[in-house]
């Protein structure tokens, strides 16, 4: 089939419905990413604690730009769904640094992009959301900004206000440009459902031991579902449990459903052939 980033970007906007909401299992490098779109991924979503474990950094604003989007640019490149890229708080000190990241995504072929608050004030982020609006409209290109109040995530400020707080957030970086709202950290059916009826665009939430199911979520109004660091750390926890059996009894056991060498070498051994962000791509099985 044929199609092209604008492509992508459409489809990407029109898979947030409540109705049917976009489960992500993050990816945080090429085989990962293929693995998920082999799933069944409608899209793919990085990681950014993934990828930076990945490259031996810690997660929280290590990685520099340029490693970053190296990463994205790998997984992009793997897949034939759209994907959308965690930047963190754009890799940048300030909003022009942002922008800079955010003309990077686009150029590596990402379609969307995650983008958090963490601990700064939040008209930080309402500018760098902004600046990354106007760079992705002078590149023109319809990019999904997904902001991140961290509120509850990081259990900032007083509860009692806390969802107070997460909806002013909400709204004012709707008005700096964001086209959806990720607020990880949130498990409770009352708080969920008061997020998502006030909140204007598609609510994103973190998927997890404790949570709703992905069906349950979206009759409470959730448009978009993430696993986050989840699958990275259950990958880790594999490579931990052979490496302790291996050093403990000597005795190797696989578990179940553990991929086998040519599983894997097949599914990478006819990537997609894509092009740039602005010609049409051929993509053959």
């Known amino acids: 089939m044929t199609h092209t980033r604008a492509a992508d970007a459409r489809l990407f906007r029109s898979l947030h419905t409540p109705s049917a909401p976009l489960a992500l299992a993050n990816?945080?490098?090429?085989?990962?990413?293929?693995?998920?779109?082999?799933?069944?991924?409608?899209?793919?979503?990085?990681?950014?604690?993934?990828?930076?474990w990945a490259l031996g950094s810690p997660d929280g604003g290590t990685l520099t730009r340029e490693r970053a989007l190296e990463v994205i640019a790998r997984v992009a490149a793997a897949v034939t769904v759209p994907v959308t890229a965690d930047i963190e708080d754009g890799y940048g000190a300030d909003a022009s640094a942002v922008a800079r990241t955010v003309a990077g995504v686009i150029e590596a072929g990402a379609v969307g992009v995650n983008i958090e608050d963490g601990t700064r004030p939040p008209a930080e982020l309402g500018a760098r959301l902004t600046a990354a609006r106007r760079t992705a409209e002078r590149a023109g290109t319809d990019l999904f900004l997904n902001a991140r109040v961290d509120t509850y995530l990081l259990g900032l400020g007083d509860p009692e206000t806390r969802l107070a707080e997460t909806l002013a957030r909400a709204r004012r970086y709707v008005e700096a440009g964001a086209d959806g709202v990720f607020v990880p950290g949130v498990t409770d059916l009352p708080t969920l459902k008061a997020l998502a009826e006030g909140i204007a665009v598609p609510l994103n939430v973190l998927a997890g031991p404790g949570a709703p199911s992905v069906a349950e979520l979206g009759t409470l109004g959730v448009a978009r579902v993430s696993l986050g660091p989840g699958v990275a750390l259950a990958a880790y926890a594999a490579a931990r449990r052979t490496a302790r059996e291996l050093f403990g009894t000597g005795a190797v056991t696989a578990p179940g459903d553990a991929l086998s060498f040519a599983e894997l070498d097949g599914l990478l051994a006819q990537p997609p052939v894509i092009g740039t962000a602005d010609d049409a791509i051929d993509l053959t099985d």
């Open 27 to 52: 990816a945080w490098d090429a085989a990962s990413a293929r693995l998920v779109e082999a799933a069944g991924a409608s899209a793919i979503a990085t990681t950014s604690a993934g990828v930076s």
